[in-house]
Each structure stands twice: as structure tokens, then as C-alpha cells.
């Protein structure tokens, strides 16, 4: 079974542009989660898409948001890019329904966006 | 709000010591605990899952203990080996309207030489 795939892996943006961010989660996986990975910050939970609705969101700016398709796969953006948004931005999934390893989560490589 | 501490933040060790990673957490109120592995610039390899019913899981080397009630994780590695040099790091699941939000600690850097 193929893993979690994230495009692209690598973006150098400036300050003030708009990205788009991409996640396929593993097949059968509904629940796709986001977070971003910082030196100082650690890792964070930006928010999560479960069939196509947020169910859950962290403490970002309005600037972040996402969306998730009928097949699973979802997008984030950040809109007018600080230099602060420069991370290593990681997507996850998982089964997210109640059984013994519910919410078992498997993590992509993730996307290393440079804001300039 | 839950918090999630790791201890010591670096280790460095020789080839073939058995060590143990440490994580505590404020709110016992957990659904369950990850172990995950990073390597530099990658993503996070998951390696053990314990349900807030279980007190341990074991893989290969790696056994993982929890104690819900004193809010506490450990990561046993046996006999470490130099491909065991990441980071690791332990995550948290509160359950209920959580759904897909865990909650990090700030990661362990291991160091093993040979």
C-alpha cells in the first residue's frame, strides 16, 4: 500500500505570494491532518479534514486554510507569505474511526516551503 | 490545555548501550500515546502506539511504556546502533472531538557512534 505523498517537496516563495500545498493520504484513509514544523515552535497542529468538512483547527491566522476532495485528498494554502511561515509543513492520516489503533497516524515526507 | 515535555533533549551515546527516552504529559485525559522517529529534513516514521488501556508495546528493540495516571512515556531502545541516530519524538491523542489533532513533544536528539 502506497504511503502518504506530499507535492511538492520543495517551494521557495517571497513575501507577500500565495502557495498550495498537496496531500494524498493513504488509500481507505478519510482523515487528513496538517501541521507545521518550525526550530522554535516544534510541531504544530494547523487543522484536520475528515469527508470533506473541518472537524478540528489549531491556533493559525485566518492566512491558512485547507480543503479536502471526495477522494480523500487536500490542500492547503497561505495566503500573503511571511517570513515566519517558513517550515517543514507535514501532512498525516488515518482510519480516524473507533477500533483499537483509531487514530493511528502516518505522516508524509512533507513539503519544506522557504518564504524569501 | 495539554502539554507534552521529552527529556533530556539530546543524547549521545556508544554502539550497543540500552537507553531510555522519557516524555511526560499535563493531562492524564489521553486516548493514546505515539512514538515517532525523524530523520533530518524527513517526515515522522511511526513506531509504536499505545492505547490508554495498554501499559506497554514491544517492537524488535523497541518497547514503550505508559503510566496514564502519572502522565508518563518512556521509549526503551536495546542495544542501539548507529542507524538509530534521529530524532524521537511522543505525541498525545485526547480522544474524543480531538479527532485528528495530536500534540508533540519537542523531540529527543539521538546521537549513536560507533
Known amino acids: 500500500k502506497a504511503g502518504v505523498t506530499q507535492t511538492p517537496r520543495y517551494l521557495i516563495k517571497t513575501r507577500g505570494q500565495q502557495v498550495t500545498l498537496s496531500c494524498s493520504p493513504i488509500?481507505?484513509?478519510?482523515?487528513v491532518s496538517w501541521y507545521q514544523q518550525t526550530p522554535g515552535q516544534g510541531l504544530q497542529f494547523l487543522f484536520e479534514?475528515?469527508?470533506?468538512?473541518?472537524?478540528n483547527k489549531g491556533n493559525f491566522p485566518g492566512r491558512f486554510s485547507g480543503r479536502q476532495f471526495s477522494n480523500s485528498r487536500s490542500e492547503m494554502n497561505v495566503s500573503t507569505l511571511e517570513l515566519g511561515d517558513s517550515a517543514l509543513y507535514l501532512c498525516?492520516?488515518?482510519?480516524?474511526?473507533?477500533?483499537?489503533?483509531?487514530?493511528?497516524?502516518?505522516f508524509g515526507p512533507g513539503t519544506r516551503l522557504t518564504v524569501t | 490545555k495539554q502539554e507534552v515535555t521529552q527529556i533530556p533533549a539530546a543524547l549521545s551515546v556508544p554502539e550497543g548501550e540500552n537507553l531510555v527516552l522519557n516524555c511526560s504529559f499535563t493531562?492524564?485525559?489521553?486516548?493514546?500515546l505515539q512514538w515517532f522517529r525523524q530523520d533530518p529534513g524527513k517526515g515522522l516514521t511511526s513506531l509504536l502506539l499505545?492505547?490508554?488501556?495498554?501499559r506497554e508495546q514491544t517492537s524488535g528493540r523497541l518497547n514503550a511504556s505508559l503510566d496514564k495516571s502519572s502522565g508518563r512515556s518512556t521509549l526503551y531502545i536495546a542495544a542501539s546502533q548507529p542507524g538509530d541516530s534521529a530524532t524521537y519524538l511522543c505525541?498525545?491523542?485526547?480522544?474524543?472531538?480531538?479527532?485528528?489533532?495530536?500534540?508533540f513533544g519537542q523531540g529527543t536528539i539521538l546521537t549513536v557512534h560507533p
Open positions: 498525516a492520516s488515518s482510519l480516524s474511526y473507533r477500533g483499537a489503533r483509531s487514530y493511528e497516524q502516518y
Open positions: 488509500s481507505g484513509h478519510r482523515s
Open positions: 479534514y475528515f469527508s470533506e468538512t473541518q472537524r
Open positions: 493531562d492524564s485525559a489521553i486516548y493514546n
Open positions: 499505545i492505547q490508554s488501556s495498554q
Open positions: 505525541a498525545v491523542h485526547a480522544g474524543g472531538t480531538s479527532y485528528g489533532k495530536l500534540t
